[in-house]
């Protein structure tokens, strides 16, 4: 008798509807555990909370048996209740409240594996979804009236912050960002030019403060054009530029003497653990207590600005170091290549960590217990390290304008981090915005 070894064809579990909507994995040969993150199950989701248990999903002849002996939650196959079973075509499971099916194609866009798997375990955040950058910035060589500026800006105060249900939730399109660097660019070389050209001193400080603060303030509108709820107003901005930008420069100076045995043992890579915890304890001291803004969107935005004050001061403080002790074109050149690193530093760094704290504080008011909890942990690690990685003392290729590979590749790091918090916060809003899930109905 001739034997032949039939291979078993995945089939994928998707979820439709709750907090992992469009959350989809495969489940093959081996059996998968589906938990929270914190467990560190095969599949990581957020409808079971620490100590919630798990589901094991199994595959056999193209359909999906579970067990659900070991989760703490009720679990709903068409209505009801069970601990184990198997999901046919059209059956609905309900976790909590999450409802998932199962697929037998690919869905597109969802399935992540290799390098995107290994990512995805580390920062704990859902790959991106219907994602392109062309759309996101599709509004920046358009034409936009003065109008139209002024109401980009004009957010956050009683008259001009829509309720949850007139928002228009999805991927925003800022440009008014890219018009406020061409400006600040233009001023930049303007007073470098005056300088070049009368060798007016007086040129010197307006120089350091545009070309330090341009790129940085830029980066920040694009957070600001970014917070879909449009609940926070560009006076609490500038407050948080400057009070928290100037906060948390004092505050990493006391931390660097106060525990210097990092700068000892790390050198310059100590400014990622230090920093860090100087930028966060200060959003944390001006905005953690407020319950008002509850969103991912609000933490992502409070953190740039914060990043962005801390970042333009440094740079300032750079600048007017290197002019005095090197001369003015010494000076340039590191405006210009700190202006060109600017939105792959602070600003992003202090926007992820910040944004990853609200994703576990949500509306309730800042508790110590917050930093413990493993979403914002993986993020503020992460973090750290690609900030250390930076300062640390090795080049991967130089680049022009005294750049190297090794930013760009931790820049990128940073965005994909940071865009894939913008679409938890999206999510988050999408959530919050729908009714309470009705029965299911087969």
Known sequence: MEVTNVQKKNVYLECIAGKDFQYCFSVGDQPVTMGHISGNPKQAVKVLSPGQGFVIFSSEIGKILFDADSCQVPVFLNNREVKKGEILDHDLLRINDSIWRTRKDIPAGKISSGMMDRLNGLIGLEQLHDFKLGNIFSEVFKKHTTEEMEAQLITGTSGHTPYLDNLEIGWGKPWLFARMLGISAALAFILYAGYIMFSNANLVPGLIFIGSFAV??????????????????????????????????????VFYSKFNFFTTYLGASAAGIIEESAKLLIVILLVGKSKRFRWILNGLLFGAAVGTGFGAFESAGYAFRIIVTSGMAQGVNNIITRGLLAPFMHVVWTANVAAALWLVKEDKPFKWDMLKEPAFLRIMISMMAVHMIWNAPFSLMRLPFNLDLKYLILGVIAWVICFRLIQAGLKQLNQARQPALPPITV
């Open 216 to 253: 940085p303030l830029s980066t920040m509108i694009f957070f600001l054009e970014m917070n879909i709820p449009r609940n926070v107003s560009i006076f609490m901005l500038i407050q948080l530029l400057f009070v928290g930008g100037i906060a948390s420069l004092f505050v990493a100076l």
